[in-house]
Structure formats: structure tokens, C-alpha cells
């Protein structure tokens, strides 16, 4: 059964950095998208990133773009989301989700693409 795993959440000031880890289980890596979702309190869950099945294409929301960088070690079967010049409008739960792809070279960021998911991780970015 395939489980996703993801940590590195905290509290950080704003302007701070953090980098989320999703570990996949029980199947490799090698032949699914990621992507990272959040939701904050009272709103939907959004995609944040994306990564296709090498790596080799990434997409970015319009308010992480610049900011934020996803990446993958399908050695150590896990995915990457380095987190920098944090905002409070950053705060939420992530989420990493996997979508089996028989394409290299795309990923979604629509939620009901993907199958897989984690149990989440919190990020608040607070003074």
C-alpha cells in the first residue's frame, strides 16, 4: 500500500525559510508526480508545485513562484518543497499527493488528479 509521508512544518517568522519532506512508502518513487497542496482555515486546498515523474518539469503557483522550489531524490524516494521568503498568507496545512504518470514530462496541480495522499504537515507563519 502506498503511503506518503510528510514532514519539516513549524512555526517561522516571516521572512524565514523551511523545507517540507515527502517520503514515499512501499512502491518507488521512479513513476509518480508529486505535488503539494495547502489549505488554509476557512479555504479550499490549493496547489502549491509540482513535479513530473524525472523531475524534469515543475510548476509553481503565481504566489510561490520565486520563492519556492520543488525537487525530488527518487533515490531516497522522497520529494522536496524548499520554502523561502515565508508569509503569513504561506500558513496552512501541506499536503503531498502522487498521481501514477506514464508521462515524463508533466504534472497537474488540480487535486482531484491525484490518488495518493498524505497526512499532512503544518506550516504557520507568525511574528
Known amino acids: 500500500q502506498l503511503q506518503l509521508v510528510e514532514s519539516g512544518g513549524g512555526l517561522v517568522q516571516p521572512g524565514g525559510s523551511l523545507r517540507l519532506s515527502c517520503a514515499m512508502s512501499s512502491v518507488t518513487l521512479d513513476y509518480y508526480a508529486i505535488g503539494w497542496f495547502r489549505q488554509a482555515p476557512g479555504k479550499e486546498r490549493e496547489g502549491v508545485s509540482c513535479i513530473s515523474v524525472g523531475g524534469g518539469y515543475t510548476k509553481y503557483a503565481d504566489s510561490v513562484k520565486g520563492r519556492f522550489t520543488i525537487s525530488r531524490d527518487n533515490g531516497k524516494n522522497t520529494v522536496y518543497l524548499q520554502m523561502n521568503s515565508l508569509s503569513p498568507e504561506d500558513t496552512g496545512v501541506y499536503y503531498c499527493?502522487?498521481?501514477?504518470?506514464?508521462?515524463?514530462?508533466?504534472?497537474?496541480?488540480?487535486?482531484?488528479?491525484?490518488?495518493?495522499w498524505g497526512q499532512g504537515t503544518q506550516v504557520t507563519v507568525s511574528s
Open positions: 499527493a502522487a498521481e501514477r504518470m506514464e508521462l515524463a514530462y508533466v504534472c497537474y496541480d488540480k487535486a482531484r488528479r491525484y490518488d495518493y
